[in-house]
């Protein structure tokens, strides 16, 4: 398997303690990989460093072979509230980052309608986030990471501030863009179900300074469906990932 994503000799600190050291990590082609691992363990960092939001001390990142400033990306945050411009429209904020990209208004139109419909949104995006209920501003935010069509799409705990019935919709909704885009998916995800779920690989980190514990294939066929949740493959994967989740957990309890 080629890699898509291809980390080498990445090296961080904050005030001198070590969180990567001399890291190598690949992720793969049109996958969806979900990232797991003790809190504090450096998650966020990592996808925070792989997307260019914040510096590494050392080491490389390759996309395909190329430089990210070369390949486009796209970024879901946590906390969608402080994500979308609020002076924004939803619409307009869908299409902020192909305005970025100096589209035409012909081909920002097309790709808005595109997106509305792929996603079959009902809600009128005329109005202003705050207008909206959380749900619907994560996905106007996925909308808008979506729009330029990345070659890879970042998500850090993406559905955590959702409730329930809202968080089964995105993720099957992730899962169904996914189906269609193939677009690679990194996802960190607290929530052990949510991980395997969605994955195709789960990456099992370790305390800091970090490594990877483990990476384990979830194979299971998709669109997966609350079945899957109590399906047999589902329950296997989820039981080693938790083995190596507690293992690293006692390590310094
Ligand atoms: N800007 C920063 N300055 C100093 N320390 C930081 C900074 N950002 C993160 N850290 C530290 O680095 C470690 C990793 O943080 P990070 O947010 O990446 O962890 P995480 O695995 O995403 O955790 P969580 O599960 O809580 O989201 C933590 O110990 C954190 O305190
Ligand atoms: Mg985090």
Not at 207 to 233: G, H, K
Request: some cysteine; proline content about 5%.
């Amino acid at each position: 398997m080629t890699a898509h994503i291809q980390i080498r000799g990445l090296s961080k600190s904050f005030a001198g303690q070590i969180l990567y050291s001399n890291f190598d990590l690949d992720f793969p082609h049109q996958k969806i990989t979900s990232i797991f691992g003790p809190n504090g363990c450096g998650k966020s960092t990592l996808i925070n460093m792989i997307s260019g939001l914040l510096p590494m001390d050392s080491g490389q990142v390759l996309f395909d072979g190329k430089t990210l400033e070369k390949t486009v990306i796209g970024y879901v945050f946590q906390n969608y509230r402080d994500a979308l411009f609020p002076w924004k429209k939803a619409i307009d904020n869908i299409k902020y980052p192909l305005q970025i990209a100096k589209k035409s208004s012909a081909d920002i139109e097309a790709r808005t309608q595109e997106l509305i419909q792929s996603f079959d949104v009902r809600f009128d995006l005329n109005r202003y986030p705050y207008e909206l209920s959380g749900g619907q501003q994560q996905l106007i935010s996925i909308m808008r990471a979506l729009a330029p069509y990345p070659e890879v799409l970042f998500l850090d705990e993406p559905f955590s501030a959702l409730d329930y019935e809202m968080t089964l919709f995105m993720r099957d909704k992730l899962q169904a863009i996914f189906e269609t885009t193939k677009t690679t998916m990194i996802l960190v995800s607290h929530d052990l179900d949510e991980a395997v779920y969605l994955a195709d690989h789960i990456l099992m980190l370790t305390r800091r300074p970090t490594r990877v514990a483990q990476e384990i294939a979830f194979t299971a066929p998709r669109p997966r469906q609350t079945n899957t949740l109590t399906s047999e493959i589902f329950n296997v994967v989820k039981g080693q990932c938790l083995d190596i989740f507690q293992k690293e957990i006692k390590v310094l309890s």
